[in-house]
Nanobody, 125 residues
Framework: QVQLSESGGGLVQAGGSLRLSCAATGRSASRYDMGWFRQPPGKAHEFVAAISWTGGTTKNTDSVRGRFTISRDNAENTVYLQMNSLEPDDTAVYYC??????????????????WGQGTQVTVSS
């Protein structure tokens, strides 16, 4: 069992930046591939980014490539999502996720083993 706790969300103007953090506790938390998903208002969850357990491989969805960067610190059992050049369409609840072995390839909600509680990101125009 792995528990996740996100922080760092908030209200920011378009063009601004935020850094989300996800602290993981529990059995072998640092040995899992991890990801970030988001749920915009009135829409389904969508994949944002994923990172392998070593941190050596990352993957972003097309809409955030070049703006968002996922990283991790296994010594601190923490995963980060640095979000730059934020746009109003980035407004959503952002969820940290512990991934199954398929999260780096398929990157769907079915590839998630554990979810965090979510943190709200609101980008004003």
């Amino acid at each position: 069992q792995v528990q996740l706790s996100e922080s760092g969300g908030g209200l920011v103007q378009a063009g601004g930046s935020l850094r989300l953090s996800c602290a993981a506790t529990g059995r072998s938390a640092s040995r899992y591939d991890m990801g970030w998903f988001r749920q915009p208002p009135g829409k389904a969850h969508e994949f944002v980014a994923a990172i392998s357990w070593t941190g050596g491989t990352t993957k972003n969805t097309d809409s955030v490539r070049g703006r968002f960067t996922i990283s991790r610190d296994n010594a601190e059992n923490t995963v980060y999502l640095q979000m730059n050049s934020l746009e109003p369409d980035d407004t959503a609840v952002y969820y940290c996720a512990v991934g199954d072995k398929t999260i780096m390839s398929r990157s769907t909600t079915r590839d998630v083993l554990y979810w965090g509680q979510g943190t709200q990101v609101t980008v004003s125009s």
